[in-house]
Every structure is written in C-alpha cells, then in structure tokens.
C-alpha cells in the first residue's frame, strides 16, 4: 500500500499562486508515475498533471503554461506549482499514486485538499 497526503491548498484570489505539495510513504517501490486530479462541482473529473519518475510530464490544456508538476525523489515528494489562478481552478484537488508503461494506471488516492480561487 501507498500512502499519500496532499498539502497546500487554501483561498487566493484570482491571479495569484499556490503551491501543492505531496507526500508518498509505504510500499512506494510499486510506483513510477505521480500526478494531480481535480474535481470542482457540477463538473467531470480532471487529470490536471502527471509526472513519471524519469520526469517526464503531461499536462491538460487548461492549465498548461500556468502549472508545474515536479517531484523530490529523495524525499518521496511530489509538488504542483499553480500560477495565474483563475475562479475555474477551483477544486478539490487529488494527489495520485500509480504507474506508466505507455499508458497511466492510477492506484492510490490521497484525501484531497481544497483550492479556492475567488475573482
């Protein structure tokens, strides 16, 4: 099992930034990919970013040129940098956990932690 909990999040106002951060503990051998879900009312679920552990990334278009997606592997920790909020970033964000091989698989979900970007 893998372990994950997310740190970060909070109120900012439009234009401004934040920084996510996520810690992963436990059977972390498993794993070589990391990434960042959003789920905001009333709409789907979002993958926002995704990293792998040779740092190779992707990211939604809805948030490219403004998120950062990075990793520590030293200290088995996975950060979001998010510049330029808008009110629509507005979610709860997810940290996860899992493996790619030519495609993502999620497996581990961390508890979420709220972003709230007011105009």
């Known amino acids: 099992q893998v372990q994950l909990v997310e740190s970060g999040g909070g109120l900012v106002q439009a234009g401004g930034s934040l920084r996510l951060s996520c810690a992963a503990s436990?059977?972390?051998?498993?794993?070589?990919?990391m990434g960042w879900y959003r789920q905001a009312p009333a709409k789907q679920r979002e993958l926002v970013a995704a990293?792998?552990?040779?740092?190779?990334?992707m990211y939604s278009d809805s948030v490219k040129g403004r998120f950062t997606i990075s990793r520590d592997n030293a200290k088995n920790t996975m950060y979001l940098q998010m510049n330029r909020l808008k009110p629509d970033d507005t979610a709860v964000y997810y940290c996860?956990?899992?493996?790619?091989?030519?495609?993502?698989?999620?497996?581990?979900w961390g508890q979420g932690t709220q972003v709230t970007v007011s105009s």
């Open positions: 996860i956990a899992g493996t790619y091989y030519s495609t993502w698989t999620w497996n581990y």
């Open positions: 990293i792998t552990g040779g740092g190779g990334t």
């Open positions: 436990g059977s972390i051998d498993g794993i070589n990919a």
